[in-house]
């Protein structure tokens, strides 16, 4: 079974499984396509129209919302505080990236 790990988050790509610090966290499947589109490229930012396409399969671009909605989601159950975000950032103009460290700060 291969394994993504980045910081303290394990995933189980093939079976959708997720685990921060040991604990296992229960994702929905975009929540879980989101994780995976930013984790698989920990470290780089990922502007909204990508992870758009990516995760949604579409090029239709109107808001952020849908993404601000699902990335909310996600960052609680990973226990990440989207004031100080440890696992997620949101790079202003950008996009987001999942960092490959904790230390940023």
Do not use: N
Not at 79 to 85: L, S
């Amino acid at each position: 079974m291969e394994f993504i790990v980045v910081q303290d988050v394990r995933v189980e790509p093939e079976t959708g499984r997720v685990w921060r610090g040991g604990v296992e966290v229960h994702l929905s499947p975009m929540e879980f396509r989101l994780l995976m589109a930013l984790i698989t490229r920990a470290g780089i930012v990922r502007s909204r129209q990508e992870l758009m396409r990516q995760v949604w399969d579409t090029d239709f671009y109107t808001s952020s919302k849908t993404i601000d909605v699902h990335l909310g989601w996600l960052r609680r159950k990973l226990g990440d505080d989207p004031r100080r975000p440890q696992l997620i950032s949101t790079v202003r103009g950008r996009g987001l990236r999942f960092e490959t460290t904790r230390d940023r700060f």
